[in-house]
C-alpha cells in the first residue's frame, strides 16, 4: 500500500514537476509531504501492477535507508528524496545504478553548476571549498523483486536475460541544509563530518527543477542501456568516476580488499589490482578512498 502522507505544500511542487515532465517515461510523479520510505511505497507500488515509469518523491521520510539497511538523515524539506519504478531486462537489472548515477552527476551540473564525482558502488562525492575533503552529496539505493514465477520456498530462480524484473532506484541528494551543524540535529556534527549539500558548493536550487533535470538525464540513460547496452553508459560512469586510478580498501564483510580500482565491469562490479598482485572483481561492498601518494 502507497504510505505517503496528503499531499501539503508539496503540492505546487509536484504539479511543476508533472507539467515539465508531461510526454515523458517519468511523467507519473506522486510528491508527497511525508512517508516512510520511497523505497518501499514504490515497491508496493510495483507489486499492486503500477507500471514503469512511476516516481515517488517525499519531503520527508521517517524510515528512509541506504545499503545495508543504513539510516537516512536529512532535514525534512531540505533534501531531494525519489524512488522511480522500473521493470528493465535482466540483463540491464545490474547496470540501472550507475546509470542513475551518471544522471544525477549530469543534472547537478546543470542545475547547479557543481561538478559531482562517483564514487563505486553508489554515491556522489564533491569537494568542499577551502577544505580539500571529500564529502558525501547523494546516495542511490537499486532494491530489485524477485522476477515473476520465483517463490522464496522454491529457492531463487535467475531470471532470463530478456525477461523483466522490477528495479526501484531510489536517490537522496543533500539540497539545502543549514550550514550549523547543531541545526542538523543530534547526530549534526557527525553527518557534516562526512556529508555536504549543494547550498554548501554552490548556489540553493529549485528541489523540483533538480527533480525534473534528474529524471530527464536518467530516462535517456536508461533507454539508452536497454536499447543498446551499457557501453555508453559505462563510459560516462568512468569518465566521472571519483574511484578509478583511486587507491582503495573494500569493506566487502569477511575481510578487506585493497589495492587500486581500475575499472567496472558490464554488471557495474569494481575491478581492483590487489596489493598482494592479481586482479579481484567485487561485487559489492564499502569503498575507502586511500590518500593519494
Excluded: C
Excluded at 49 to 66: F, N, S
Excluded at 103 to 125: C, I, M
Excluded at 204 to 222: H, K, M, P, S, T
Amino acid at each position: 500500500m502507497f504510505t505517503g502522507m496528503p499531499e501539503g505544500g508539496a503540492t505546487s511542487s509536484g504539479d511543476r514537476a508533472r507539467r515539465s515532465l508531461a510526454g515523458t517515461r517519468f511523467a507519473d510523479v506522486r510528491w508527497v509531504t511525508e512517508t516512510g520510505s520511497t523505497n518501499a511505497d514504490a515497491l508496493a507500488l510495483a507489486r499492486d501492477g503500477a507500471p514503469e515509469g512511476v516516481v515517488v518523491v517525499a519531503d520527508h521520510q521517517t524510515a528512509g535507508r541506504g545499503r545495508r539497511d543504513r539510516r537516512w538523515v536529512a532535514p525534512p524539506g531540505g533534501s531531494l528524496l525519489v524512488s522511480a519504478l522500473l521493470r528493465p531486462p535482466a540483463r540491464a537489472a545490474g547496470t540501472v545504478t550507475l546509470a542513475a548515477g551518471v544522471a544525477l552527476a549530469e543534472a547537478v551540473a546543470e542545475v547547479a553548476g557543481v561538478e559531482a564525482r562517483l564514487k563505486w558502488p553508489n554515491d556522489l562525492v564533491v569537494v568542499l571549498p577551502g577544505d580539500g575533503g571529500e564529502r558525501k552529496l547523494a546516495g542511490i539505493l537499486a532494491e530489485a523483486d524477485w522476477p515473476a514465477g520465483s517463490a522464496i520456498s522454491d529457492g531463487y530462480r535467475p531470471p532470463r536475460p530478456d525477461e523483466r524484473v522490477v528495479v526501484v532506484v531510489g536517490v537522496g541528494v543533500n539540497v539545502v541544509w543549514p550550514t550549523d551543524p547543531a541545526e542538523l540535529g543530534e547526530d549534526g556534527a557527525e553527518v557534516a563530518g562526512i556529508a555536504a549539500a549543494l547550498n554548501w558548493v554552490g548556489p540553493e536550487v529549485d528541489r523540483a527543477e533538480l527533480l525534473v533535470a534528474f529524471l530527464r538525464a536518467f530516462g535517456d540513460r536508461y533507454a539508452s542501456l536497454v536499447a543498446d547496452g551499457p557501453a555508453d553508459v559505462l563510459a560516462a560512469w568512468r569518465r566521472r568516476s571519483a574511484t578509478l586510478g583511486r587507491r582503495v580498501r573494500v569493506d566487502v564483510g569477511r575481510d578487506d580488499v585493497a589495492g587500486t580500482a581500475v575499472d567496472v565491469t558490464e554488471e557495474g562490479h569494481l575491478v581492483i589490482d590487489t596489493v598482494e598482485g592479481g586482479r579481484r572483481t567485487v561485487t559489492v561492498g564499502d569503498v575507502v578512498h586511500l590518500r593519494r601518494v
